[in-house]
């Protein structure tokens, strides 16, 4: 499983990152997590706010930060 979390360093966007980092681990999910930060790779998914939470190549949350039992569901 591929997770992407896109921000350029927001304080959402590290939240999003360390919630999703944690459901990640307490799922124990085979994943490679990786933070985009470049704004023209952020807008190749076509996120114009951010934090977003990509799955897969899949844009699933933007511009929130959700509670870590919803990032689990996206993430099952």
Known sequence: MEIRILGTG????????????????EM???CNI?????TK????YGVM???ALVVD?????VG???AREDIKKLLA
């Open 28 to 30: 124990g999910l085979d």
């Open 10 to 25: 927001c304080p959402k966007c590290h939240k999003l990152e360390e919630e999703t980092r944690h459901a990640a681990a």
């Open 34 to 38: 990786e933070k985009v930060t470049q």
């Open 64 to 66: 929130k930060v959700p």
């Open 57 to 61: 190549g899949e844009v699933k949350v």
């Open 49 to 51: 706010l951010t934090p």
């Open 41 to 44: 790779d952020i807008m190749s």
